[in-house]
């Protein structure tokens, strides 16, 4: 069915769009092979394995039920969708549409091949039909409106090859995201980027000036998250400290807690207001800190205690 011939479809099965108060709650994302995620199954214990029943993981257009289930890798996808699973918002639905040595370029609504060849990369096609494509399949799966909440983006690595790309990468991820709002009738949609934390090289020359352009975004700090001994892919303990971070810029985005004793607006039961997050230093289990616009989502809340805190994070094996 041509693109055209389907939405008109989809708006006349789906009147009041796919944006709706007291909906499913979604998360679009996207990215290169980190994204995709290169983390040993064989690493995670059996209860991480399996998808929470109360969200939904698509992985292009196959819904996924356990992690094991269509590739021997992981992303950062397994203990944010458990931590999203617990929060006081609802249900959740993720759909993945993740490439590898694909750029910013690649998910330009616009894309054409001669876009794709500033950065070498025609090979992996027009990324942001192809996303359309799989987040059209998991909606008409679940036959319910979808509040589309973040764009999650985990890439830069190509875009620090090439001087253009850098330079574009804001720019780019502009129009990523605002051809979403529009095409999904989500305008309050949010970014959030996983910042890249790779050096400079020689092979990589570019890597400072995406690293500030994402920082002109909503970003995560991936600073200390291990890596495999390659040194460009996160390992499966990397990618779940990823996920716990992810899911705490989230939890300050949407407001609400995470802790034992927390509802949905971020005070207690017993009414008194969560106090605010502020600043700490580096912790075992947050190496370089978690700084997070200005905030510290890797360190515990004033006046709670760490064992509180951790409790509520569940930092898993």
């Not at 909906?23 to 064989?42: C, P, T, V």
Request: a neutral charge.
């Amino acid at each position: 069915m041509k693109p055209v011939l389907f939405w008109a479809a989809f708006w006349l099965f789906f009147p009041a769009g796919i944006h709706a108060a007291g909906s499913l709650n979604g998360i679009i994302f996207i990215g290169q092979s980190n994204a995709e995620g290169q983390g040993e199954l064989s690493d995670l214990p059996e209860d991480l394995l399996q998808v929470p029943d109360n969200v939904e993981y698509w992985d292009k257009e196959e819904r996924i039920y356990r992690y094991d289930q269509h590739r021997p890798r992981h992303g950062l996808e397994v203990t944010l969708l458990r931590k999203l699973s617990k929060a006081p918002m609802g249900d959740w639905l993720l759909v993945k549409y993740a490439v590898g040595s694909t750029s910013s370029y690649s998910w330009r609504p616009d894309w054409t091949p001669e876009i794709a060849e500033i950065t070498d990369n025609v090979d992996q096609g027009p990324c942001y039909r192809m996303t359309m494509d799989a987040v059209r399949r998991a909606v008409m799966e679940r036959g319910i409106a979808v509040n589309w909440r973040y764009l999650l983006v985990f890439n830069g690595e190509r875009d620090a090859r090439y001087l253009p790309a850098a330079k574009n990468y804001a720019s780019n991820v502009r129009r990523v995201l605002g051809a979403l709002r529009r095409d999904l009738h989500s305008p309050g949609m949010e970014v959030l980027i996983c910042r890249l934390d790779l050096p400079m090289t020689k092979g990589r020359p570019y890597a400072e000036k995406v690293r500030a352009a994402q920082e002109t975004l909503g970003w995560v700090n991936l600073d200390g998250c291990s890596r495999m001994p390659t040194g460009t892919h996160y390992d499966s303990g990397g990618l779940r400290l990823i996920g716990l971070r992810v899911y705490r810029k989230i939890e300050q985005g949407l407001g609400f807690g995470c802790l034992p004793g927390s509802s949905a607006d971020g005070s207690r039961h017993d009414g008194s207001i969560r106090p605010p997050i502020v600043p700490t230093l580096p912790t075992p289990e947050f190496p370089g800190g978690c700084p997070v616009n200005g905030h510290d989502p890797g360190a515990f809340p004033a006046g709670e205690s760490r064992s509180q805190f951790l409790l509520g994070l569940e930092i898993l094996p």
